[in-house]
């Protein structure tokens, strides 16, 4: 890894992430942005639909009564106008309307304002500017209209909507501040409550890179998404510590059954190398030993399929395959095995029953199973391998036999590495056959079960059946 791309880890029992590297800072910060542009959406909206509105109903007011004064002045001409605008100053009760009507050469004809605007330069445009409206200081909004020989300006006080948009702005930005100061305290309680949420499961961490595997995440009765990731780590820390039992199982499982054959072996090398009085017994030892040590080697590979198998490493070996054809060649091999000991090998197969998964493991699997079954069924016994597809699509593999079967407790322990029923203590094996099989089960997302294969015989026979899901 080169040096620009590696980061540093954590070590254990390091204190929480200093505040510009909090996670929960970030996500404050998130929502205090959330809530700061939807305060500013929703000010916009409201100042878009007050003072806004109060701008557009002037402009349209203004609008409006220039036009109609000009239809006015169209009808009885400079007169009809100079009267039509005194007519309006006596009944604007309110005393926001302004006009002014003067001739060509600036004489007043009508109107409440003393002198033109010095802004209302353009005509058909608004302008504003500060007047003297009836002697008062005034804002006003103003429309030009040039007419022949006349100019008309129409207007109106916005005094009043002036000092509104002055209060409405100072409670915009009053709310404005109020939102920041909320948004500000609701991240704060957000960063607050994720590092609270997150502390057991931080707690539960360290204490598991410390070395404590019992550690786990306390969960609440929410459900919530925190839950859910507690429960993963949970799971996760109880799969490592199966994992983790099942390793320490196996030493102690090689130390002790590996011990005999080993000591055994080297045992009888020693002596036939004191005591062989002839080539032919000492080659007898050496035999010996060797296939001593072959079993050895043997017990080894098996474990290091089943490692293989439980870690999920063998998956990329999956592939397409046609499930009668693998237990056609397993069935095919332990037939004449079958037949020397005067046994029936039947097989109940369809004709296809396509599945994705590990050919070389399942072969393997079933061949564990028919060797068991072979080896345990007396002679004149009958030996049974069947596979069927059930209606939720999942597949069933099944070997049975007319042996002796399994006590319950025994069954409830098979799968284990390197256990054997009392009864075969003294049949040639290792006690990891059934062990792989769970595993090859296991990694192709399935189980083992096991039952009796005829119930309330004598003897009840064993049935083992690997049930397999069958998009696998």
């Known amino acids: 890894m080169s040096a620009h791309t590696r980061r540093r ?14 996670a929960g800072l ?18 916009a909206v409201l100042w878009w639909a007050t003072a806004g509105a109060l701008d557009r109903q002037v402009a349209a007011a203004i609008r409006a009564d220039a036009v109609a004064l000009t239809e006015r002045w169209r009808e009885a001409g400079a007169q009809g106008l100079a009267e039509a605008i005194e007519e309006r100053l006596a009944l604007d009760v309110s005393n926001e309307a302004i006009y002014l009507l003067l001739d060509r050469d600036g004489r007043k004809l009508a109107g409440n304002l003393e002198a033109w605007p010095a802004t209302a330069t353009s005509e058909g445009s608004f302008s504003r500017t500060r007047i003297s409206h009836d ?70 961490a360290m204490g598991i890179a410390s070395g404590d595997l ?54 009888k090398l020693e002596e036939s190398l004191g005591a062989a009085s002839s080539e032919a017994e000492l080659r007898a030892a050496v035999e010996q030993g060797i296939a ?38 397993a069935a095919e091999f332990y037939q004449a095995a079958a037949e020397a000991r005067d046994q029936r090998l039947e097989t109940d197969l369809p004709a296809s029953l396509p599945m994705v998964g590990d050919r070389d493991l399942l072969l393997q699997a079933v061949a564990n199973l028919l060797d068991n079954a072979v080896k345990f069924t007396p002679e004149g016994g009958v030996v049974r391998l069947a596979a069927r597809r059930h209606g939720d699509g999942s597949i069933e593999i099944m070997v049975s036999d007319s042996g002796p079967g399994l006590a319950s407790d025994d069954q409830s322990r098979v799968g284990e590495r390197f256990f054997r029923a009392d009864r075969s203590r003294n049949t040639p094996g290792s006690g990891l056959g059934l062990s792989l099989v769970r595993a090859v089960a296991q990694l192709h997302g399935g189980v083992l079960e096991l039952g009796d294969a005829m119930p309330g015989a004598d003897p009840p026979g064993l049935s083992v059946s690997l049930l397999l899901p069958g998009g696998k």
């Open 9 to 22: 880890q954590p070590a254990p029992g390091a204190a929480p992430p200093r505040l510009m590297q909090s």
């Open 26 to 43: 970030r996500f404050a910060a998130l929502f205090t942005l959330t809530f700061a542009l939807s305060s500013l959406v929703l000010v």
């Open 135 to 204: 002697g008062v200081p005034a804002d006003a909004r103003f429309l030009r209209r040039d007419l022949p020989n006349l100019r008309l300006l129409v207007g109106r006080d916005e005094s009043e909507r002036l000092q509104l948009r002055l209060v409405l702005t100072e409670g915009v930005v009053w709310s404005l501040g109020a939102s920041l100061l909320i948004a500000i305290a609701g991240a704060a309680l957000i960063r607050r409550a994720l590092e609270r949420r997150l502390e057991p499961t931080f707690r539960t």
């Open 214 to 267: 019992s550690a786990r995440v306390p969960l609440s009765e929410r459900g919530d998404e925190f839950d859910r990731l507690g429960q993963g780590m949970n799971n996760m820390l109880d799969r490592i510590e199966t994992l983790m039992q099942g390793v320490r199982g196996v030493s102690d499982a090689i130390a002790h059954d590996l011990r005999t054959p080993i000591a055994r072996a080297r045992s």
């Open 292 to 329: 001593d040590l072959d079993n050895i080697s043997r017990i080894f590979r098996a474990l290091l399929r089943i490692a293989e198998a439980e870690a999920g490493a063998r998956r990329a070996a999956f592939a397409p395959l046609d499930l009668p054809e693998v237990l056609g060649d």
